[in-house]
């Protein structure tokens, strides 16, 4: 399906881990929002760079996840960013909707307090309307 | 050294991976500046909770790592969140300084700009100022 290449300045810069992977955090690119944190390997960020749209790798179903592909909630690239040792990307995006499979706007919504963790963001979608079940 | 005990609403909400850790990113509570991303065991986690001043666990060194003991550019907590999964944290942080060991404020200081990798941020602090070397 995707014949994209990496670019060769990206490719020199991350050194993947031993599963060929690389972390990614996505950040809402204006309001500064941690939205979620994901995975890439080669072929996903390449697709990621060439298309524009954000493409992870799924670890747990072990093939390319586009963002929203089922949901609809995509997300638009518009700047990648990588750390100082290359093992950390920071995807700044425009997201559609949600970013978290619950149908919260991200997925950092437990926070410590009080010695718990409390829920402090709302569902904004039905994750049945989200992914049909 | 350390004698903290992580707290159990947190133990049982975060599935440590196969290295016994979990990533964690910092970011900057009051700007939403994304600083860095670095890995965390339980015990740096605990520690982290039990004094306020964040601590990771380095992988290459394979120990310990209170940050800013060396620099002095130290992390004070905020606030702790735990994604959906529990396997990222994002620690809302107070940061002194600057972040990033090349003395940028933070590590995300290169961008993927019109087929290269552009430098977009300033050295702050020279490191041999902040290492000593």
């Given at each position: 399906m995707s014949?994209?290449?990496?670019?060769?300045?990206?490719?020199?810069?991350?050194?993947f881990d031993r599963d060929g992977l690389v972390a990614a955090i996505a950040q809402?690119?204006?309001?500064?929002?941690?939205?979620?944190?994901?995975?890439?390997?080669?072929?996903?960020l390449a697709e990621t760079l060439a298309t524009g749209e954000v493409c992870y790798?799924?670890?747990?179903?072990q093939r390319l996840w586009r963002k929203g592909e089922t949901s609809g909630q995509r997300q638009r690239l518009v700047e990648l960013r990588v750390?100082?040792?290359g093992d950390t990307l920071l995807l700044l995006v425009?997201?559609?909707?949600?970013?978290?499979?619950?149908?919260?706007?991200?997925?950092?919504?437990?926070?410590?307090?009080?010695?718990?963790?409390e829920t402090?963001?709302?569902v904004?979608?039905?994750?049945?309307t989200l992914y049909g079940f």
């Open positions: 014949a994209a290449i990496l670019p060769a300045g990206i490719a020199e810069a991350v050194p809402q690119h204006d309001s500064g929002e941690v939205l979620m944190l994901a995975w890439m390997n080669r072929e996903s790798w799924s670890r747990s179903r750390d100082c040792d425009d997201q559609s909707g949600v970013a978290c499979h619950t149908g919260r706007r991200n997925c950092f919504f437990r926070a410590w307090r009080e010695g718990r963790l402090i963001a709302e904004l979608v039905d994750p049945k």
